[in-house]
């Protein structure tokens, strides 16, 4: 199929973004990977698309004191392999490995996967398990979001007309982290994934899930649970109990409800126990 016909304008500026974004209708295109399928499909019917990869001032990271600040035009590939980011932000850099292709990554962008809110996708819940910060700016200046409330419903975001994401701010990780993620082939989005981050200077865990509800979930109740103790195998299990608690997946051809819930617990024991042994 052929995309609806839309209008096209090429941003100059962040000014000229928002200026644009502000007419009904209008969308983001960024790297366009999520975007234009959804375009041929005819599953998405901007009646203008606003062009913003000549803006070359959101593509940046850089850190200042404890916090790695990522410009949202970066693209996938070079967030992945970054220096800075191999070493403060490690479970972002071993994530961005299972996001779809190299060929893609090369093109996609870390603030259009999170401003696309695809609830499988890997990028929004690596974005719960590190605290991140967005940034959004919009005709009455910028605001910051946290990723916890960013997300509202499946492709839905806390963006409005005429706002645009331009920034994620990450505290530095400084402990271990892991990753157990379930796909029906290689690289296609997870039928469920589970990011654990682990700060054993203080014991604290955070635990995010992917493809297992509406948004990216963080598991509280588990968190909350491991909190003071000591993490053996029984611990951790209980704990792999609560993350499936936390989840309210969907049933599709891909999967029942069931066992993505069940799914859940499993790769959240396997999370947990990588990390913190």
Known sequence: MKAAAFDYVRADSVGDAIDAL????????????????????????????VDVNGLDDLAYIRRTDDVVEIGALTRQRAVETSEVVRRDLPLLAQALRHVGHVTTRNRGTLGGSLAHADPAAELPAVALALDAELVVRGPSGDRAVRALDFFESPFRTVLTSGELL???????????????????????????????????????????????????????????????????????????????????????????????????????RRALTKAVR
């Open 166 to 268: 331009v920034a994620v701010r990450v505290p530095v990780q400084r402990g271990a982290c892991a990753i157990e993620e379930l796909s029906r082939r290689s690289k296609d989005l997870p039928l469920v994934a589970v990011f654990v981050t682990f700060e054993p200077a203080d014991g604290r865990i955070r635990i995010a899930v992917a493809g297992a509800g509406p948004t990216p979930i963080r598991a509280r109740a588990a968190e909350e649970l491991l909190a003071g103790r000591t993490l053996t195998d029984d611990v951790i299990t209980e704990a792999a109990r609560e993350i499936a608690a936390a989840a309210d997946p969907p049933s599709d051809l891909h999967a029942p409800a069931d066992y993505r819930r069940d799914m859940a617990a499993v790769l959240g």
């Open 22 to 49: 502000a007419a009904d209708g209008a969308r983001v295109l960024a790297g366009g990977q999520s975007l234009v399928p959804l375009l041929n499909m005819r599953l998405a019917r901007p009646s203008l698309l």
